[in-house]
T-cell receptor
């Protein structure tokens, strides 16, 4: 069964450093998403991406965040200058064009020290 | 404001027991998903159920969109069912693909 994959599973970085989280969505899906979950809290929407542009973003997704689909298979989330409060689990998801069901990857746990 | 509320927040069961988890949402939606977050943090899709009833093994779900709630039933619970169960709907209205998650129900199944 096709699945969303994410790398790395765990990333530790120092405050102020740039990080790139990577995702490979399901191959025939056209919508891509990033969500985050701070430890012990609910999952929060960050951004959705379709047709090579951002379609929706939350207020969390400020100028320090960016997303990119650099090739036909990868979808990335970049955090330019990490802060302690960026420590969270980051989930990538994808969905097909005509269906709303979103499929989630296993997540990347980001720890900012 | 627009909300997704889940109840109960915590639930402890003996193995073999049945349970019902509830999700209330404050506006009409065209999508609702249930997820299980396992102890390793992974979000597992359980159901995509904007309306009606679906069953998958020991789990079933019902969404009554007109009354703005959904129920997740777990029968004959097993220890591997432990974890957090989230419902998610697209809110605010018009954001068909921006899922808003509830706060979850923490389920613990004891052997």
């Amino acid at each position: 069964e096709p699945e969303v994959t994410q790398t790395p599973s765990h990333q530790v970085t120092q405050m102020g450093q740039e990080v790139i989280l990577r995702c490979v969505p399901i191959s025939n899906h056209l919508y891509f998403y990033w969500y985050r979950q701070i430890l012990g809290q609910k999952v929060e929407f960050l951004v959705s991406f379709y047709n090579n542009e951002i379609s929706e973003k939350s207020e969390i997704f400020d100028d320090q965040f960016s997303v990119e689909r650099p090739d036909g298979s990868n979808f990335t989330l970049k955090i330019r200058s990490t802060k302690l409060e960026d420590s969270a689990m980051y989930f990538c998801a994808s969905s097909a064009r005509d269906l709303y069901e979103q499929y989630f990857g296993p997540g990347t746990r980001l720890t900012v020290t | 404001g627009i909300q997704v509320e889940q109840s109960p927040p915590d639930l402890i069961l003996q193995e073999g027991a049945n349970s019902t988890l509830r999700c209330n949402f404050s506006d009409s939606v065209n999508n609702l998903q249930w997820f299980h977050q396992n102890p390793w943090g992974q979000l597992i899709n359980l159901f995509y159920i904007p309306s009606g009833t679906k069953q998958n093994g020991r789990l079933s779900a019902t969404t009554v969109a007109t009354e703005r709630y959904s129920l997740l039933y777990i029968s004959s619970s097993q220890t591997t069912d432990s974890g957090v169960y989230f419902c998610a709907v697209p809110l605010p209205p018009g954001s068909a693909r921006q899922l808003t998650f509830g706060s979850g129900t923490q389920l613990t199944v004891l052997p």
